[in-house]
């Protein structure tokens, strides 16, 4: 049989799944395992279990400066700031968005700016956003925002071109406003491609979000990793890494089954990654 | 009032880009008639479909509804059934044929709720069973066959009783032996309700096996230097209702260099007049 058509089992594919990980662990623990062999003090590559103890540190003991479980500390902050920043850029990407798509003279309007905007490159205005709003929360939260906001916004203005046109026609035949048309109709046909924007923009939100607490910051996972850079201690920085890309991971699942979930008319039949 | 026919249609002109696509169309359509619309490919028949749903408007000439002016948006008094997309995928069947009453009751929400919900549902039930999807009331669009999805789409024009249906060859995709099932749907309603209706088609029998009346839309100039340079228009105007005064659909398939028997659809053959 062609290779293209055979298919893994179940147990097969889970195995399949779990191999490129599996080979990942046992290719550091080697490279580690002699490198500590040559020298037992070194820092670069620490052995799983300093790191399990490291991470054990950072989550259940409190720091003997402030008290805090640092772990949990940062990782809160961390998500508070995604979370506000994601929210305000879904607030935008929805209003401005759909006005955009479906009002042809708001299309005119704003459409070739919101596309120029798109094109600044968002790291570039962080030192811009720290002397207009201080190194405080707000700095971060806005750059998240500028950095996810405008595609976002634009994916959605897209999402509301692709609505089939007959759709709306025949919303207007029902006797549909502007404004039902916008509840009943735009938006509900929006709302699956919205998840599809947000994990996208995810992927992007967290890099600004490390960079933005990595330059000014007193909490938060960007910040810890830069911070314990300066001592060399690898032991936190990996299982840091390991924990944002397991809450990126989880983030990323929960919009997944929860648009499974909330929109079934739009998951028949097509199945993506 | 008698007089004043349920559509008339003055000089009417639709030119793209400075090309004509319709030209110089003249026709009066008493109140109740069923007409059918065939011609080649490109003869713009759908686009005189959208004129009459004022989805495009006239480059000249004018259309009447009742002695008045078509409005210049699509707007209740005429509904309209697509080939593809006639139904709002994101409700389910019950959902999509309260819609336009939620519209009517709601203009801030666009929605019922609790008992003027229910009593919604209970409203199109009979309608349901009509339509033969009483089982399939809860399943959104895509769970349902080809067929199913163009009934519910019918049902759904006629919710707010439109004076004009216009049917965009709404049974195009679907297999010969559906149509047959679709054909007698149509022709109760329309019996029952009484309305105008102009149906667009590929199919010749279809078309003389449902009509009382039977446009032709062909070009009547032709430029061989120049094969864009005129639009087509009505050429033929039969009536179908009176036995003896139609012509076979063989002679009209001739005219418009169509096959006489449609390749995809040779069940309709044995069904023609």
């Known amino acids: 049989m062609r290779i293209i058509n055979r298919k893994p089992s179940r147990l097969t594919a889970l195995a399949l799944g779990l191999l490129p990980f599996a080979a990942t662990v046992i290719a550091y623990s080697v490279a580690s395992h002699y490198r500590r062999l040559d020298n037992p003090a070194d820092k670069l590559l620490p052995s799983l279990d300093s790191m399990a103890a490291a991470f054990w540190r950072m989550a259940t003991v409190p720091d003997r400066r402030s008290g805090d479980l640092l772990l949990w500390l940062d990782t809160f902050d961390s998500l508070w700031r995604l979370g506000t920043g994601m929210a305000v850029s879904t607030v935008l990407a929805l209003s401005l968005g759909i006005a955009i798509g479906f009002i042809p003279h708001v299309r005119s309007a704003l459409a070739p700016y919101l596309a120029t905007f798109s094109l600044i490159p968002p790291i570039t205005i962080l030192p811009i956003l720290f002397i207009t709003f201080g190194l405080g929360e707000l700095a971060k939260i806005a750059l998240i925002v500028i950095g996810t906001a405008p595609v976002m916004i634009r994916s959605m203005a897209q999402a509301v071109l692709d609505i089939p046109r007959e759709m709306i026609i025949k919303a207007e035949t029902l006797g549909a406003s502007v404004w039902q048309m916008v509840t009943r109709l735009v938006l509900p046909q929006l709302l699956p491609r919205l998840i599809t924007a947000l994990r996208l923009g995810l992927v992007p939100a967290w890099i600004f979000l490390i960079s933005a607490e990595a330059i000014a910051s007193t909490s938060g996972l960007g910040y810890r990793i830069f911070l314990v850079r300066r001592y060399l201690a690898m032991d936190v920085i990996l299982p840091y890494v390991v924990w944002i890309t397991l809450l990126g991971f989880l983030l990323d699942l929960l919009l997944l089954q929860a648009s499974r979930r909330l929109f079934r008319w739009a998951h028949q039949g097509v199945d993506a990654l | ?273």
């Open chain 2, 1 to 273: 009032m008698s007089d004043t026919p349920k559509l008339s249609v003055q000089g009417l002109t639709k030119s793209y880009d400075g090309l004509p696509v319709l030209e110089r169309v003249d026709l009066d359509v008493a109140a109740g008639s069923f007409c059918t619309i065939v011609g080649a490919s490109g003869c713009g028949k759908s686009t005189f479909l959208r004129m009459l749903l004022s989805q495009e408007l006239p480059s000249r000439g004018r259309i009447l509804l009742d002695g008045r002016p078509l409005p210049d948006e699509p707007t209740p008094d005429r509904g309209i059934v697509f080939q593809k997309y006639s139904v709002f995928s994101h409700l389910t069947v019950a959902e999509n044929l309260i819609l336009a009453s939620e519209f009517e009751a709601a203009p801030w929400t666009g929605r019922l709720f609790a008992s003027a919900r229910k009593s919604a549902f209970a409203d199109i039930d009979g309608l349901l069973e009509r339509i033969g999807l009483k089982a399939a009331a809860n399943k959104y669009p895509v769970q349902l066959s080809g067929g199913m999805q163009q009934r519910l789409a019918i049902a759904q024009a006629l919710i707010k009783k439109p004076g004009i249906l216009l049917l965009d060859e709404p049974f195009g995709a679907l297999d010969p032996g559906i149509r047959v099932d679709m054909h007698d749907l149509l022709l109760g309603l329309w019996q029952d309700l009484g309305m105008t209706i102009f149906m667009v088609t590929h199919d010749i029998h279809e078309a003389f096996k449902l009509g009382t009346r039977l446009l032709v839309f062909d070009k009547v100039r032709h430029d061989p230097q120049a094969p864009q340079a005129y639009g087509a228009t009505i050429t033929y105007d039969l009536p179908l209702d009176s036995p003896g005064a139609a012509r076979s659909p063989e002679d009209i398939a001739g005219v418009i260099g169509a096959p006489a028997i449609d390749p995809q659809n040779q069940f309709s053959n044995s069904n023609a007049s």
